[in-house]
């Protein structure tokens, strides 16, 4: 059965960090594509970024480019997106998406609030 869990996300002050983690299972973690996404209130979700695969390529929305960083810990098939320089405009539910061949599984999301 696939899984991910988000955790890390909460209230942080403009110009804050924090890092988002995402812990899978289920599925061949070091061939899977891993992909943040983001969905603010009344908004339709919108990718953030993506680690094509182990060792492989990134890529980032123009809008998050430079401040946030995605990478995997592979001993913990877990997925990381480090998140810097917080504006209010980031405040959304984070959403973790794996892309395995087969399929593909989203997280449940993760609340994170940048206001002061």
């Known amino acids: 059965q696939v899984q991910l869990a988000e955790s890390g996300g909460g209230l942080v002050q403009p110009g804050g960090s924090l890092r988002l983690s995402c812990a899978t299972s289920?599925?061949?973690?070091?061939?899977?594509?891993m992909s943040w996404y983001r969905q603010a209130e009344g908004k339709e979700r919108e990718w953030v970024a993506v680690d094509t695969r182990s060792g492989g390529v990134t890529n980032y929305a123009d809008s998050v480019k430079g401040r946030f960083t995605i990478s995997r810990d592979q001993a913990k098939n877990t997925v990381l997106l480090q998140m810097n320089s917080l504006k209010p405009e980031d405040t959304a539910v984070y959403y973790c998406?794996?892309?395995?061949?087969?399929?593909?599984?989203w997280g449940r999301g993760t609340q994170v609030t940048v206001s002061s």
């Open positions: 998406y794996a892309s395995y061949g087969v399929g593909a599984s």
């Open positions: 289920g599925f061949t973690f070091s061939s899977a594509a």
